[in-house]
């Protein structure tokens, strides 16, 4: 693949990561200002994830589109303030996205198992 | 008439001048300029190279808005200096004039433009046509979408002053800059240019269209009223479907 080609399709994974985020956060804050709604237990919340199959696949959208879009982000605000490029940069990034992949689904499957 | 030297000295209204002089390393020296009608910020540094300080060095040819020399950062903004007239720019009679930023200075008001244009050549900024000129001149229809985005865009001069405003650039020195990219983009919609692949190329690659933040200082700062920053949307827009297609 041409690194232009590979610059143009990163873009286009921010751009729909940060879609896919928007509508994600949108539903998440509507749902929990209506969950509160009087109060909520740590007890009421787990009854309603345990075995909750569209919430595991709703946040584990959420965890996708996050481990893409923000290594993606991070590594155009290091390109523009620090002197940090290229391989070793490309690395830590997918370094983060794996390590932001791996805790977003571990706090999915703590309140759905 | 009917006023004498005296008094009209007296009475003449003075500008507060601070140019800069030196090249990376220098000082603002200050000067009082007499206040005219209709005077521009160029009339205010001739003015000066005449009269008060004949080493100062800066740059102009036409003084009528065409060549793109002019262009200085004045009061912290860059403009062109020979349409830019005083009263537009001060209120208070202090003027602050110092070289465009994120160019090299030569010396004085007068900055090296090549890292600007080798930009240029870098994103692919030269015309390539597939026709010799015994063949029949191409039509094309004015109405086209690629021929009204070519016309919003090619009056650019030249004169880096969206250059100079874009944060971007002064980030990461490698960026392309806006008039590149909008030099660029009217060549992506030349219906006869054949070399578009390679420009797509060009400007997708790092330092390329894909790092600006679309802030449109470059589009309020443009003297010619150009927006390079709708310019560089189409061209993300072309590499990001280049891109999918796997045309890149
Ligand atoms: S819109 Fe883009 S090119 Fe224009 S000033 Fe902003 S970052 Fe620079
Ligand atoms: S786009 Fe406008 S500001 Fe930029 S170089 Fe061309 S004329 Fe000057
Ligand atoms: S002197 Fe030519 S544009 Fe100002």
Wanted: proline share 4%; hydrophobic share 45%.
């Amino acid at each position: 693949m041409t690194p232009a080609r590979r610059d143009a399709l990163l873009w286009l994974a921010q751009r729909w990561s940060a879609a896919v985020l928007a509508l994600c956060l949108a539903v998440h804050l509507a749902v929990i200002i209506y969950a509160v709604r009087g109060g909520l237990t740590a007890a009421e919340i787990l009854g309603r994830t345990r075995g909750n199959a569209p919430l595991a696949v709703f946040y584990g959208l959420f965890v996708v589109a996050v481990s893409i879009h923000a290594p993606l982000g991070l590594r155009a605000i290091l390109s523009e303030w620090t002197l940090w490029r290229g391989r070793s940069q490309a690395w830590a990034m997918a370094a983060l996205a794996v390590l932001l992949f791996g805790l977003g689904l571990r706090a999915v499957w703590a309140v759905v198992q | 008439m009917g006023v004498t030297a005296g008094e009209s000295s007296a009475q003449e209204a003075m500008l507060d001048v601070r140019v800069w002089h030196g090249a990376e390393h220098g000082e603002f020296r200050h000067y009082q300029v007499p206040r005219r009608d209709s005077q521009t910020v160029l009339d205010v540094v001739t003015y000066i190279q005449r009269h008060l300080d004949p080493a100062l060095s800066y740059r102009f040819a036409c003084r009528v808005g065409m060549c793109g020399s002019c262009a200085m950062t004045v009061n912290g903004v860059a403009r062109w200096t020979c349409r830019s007239h005083v009263d537009q720019v001060t209120a208070d009679g202090r003027l602050e004039i110092a070289p465009l930023a994120h160019l090299p200075v030569v010396r004085d008001l007068v900055t090296d433009m090549r890292p600007f244009f080798d930009k240029w050549a870098r994103a692919k900024g030269r015309f390539q046509g597939a026709t010799t000129r015994s063949d029949p001149v191409a039509r094309v229809p004015p109405d086209t979408p690629e021929r009204r985005a070519v016309d919003a865009a090619i009056e650019c001069i030249g004169c880096g002053v969206c250059y100079a405003a874009c944060d971007v650039v002064g980030w990461r020195p490698e960026y392309l800059g806006p008039a590149a990219l909008n030099r660029a983009w009217t060549l992506v919609n030349d219906v006869r240019d054949v070399s578009r692949l390679e420009r797509l190329r060009a400007v997708a690659a790092e330092g390329g269209c894909l790092s600006c933040h679309s802030h449109t200082s470059c589009s309020e700062r443009c003297p010619k009223k150009i927006a390079p920053t709708a310019g560089i949307s189409g061209l993300k827009r072309a590499c990001a479907r280049a891109a999918l297609g796997g045309e890149l």
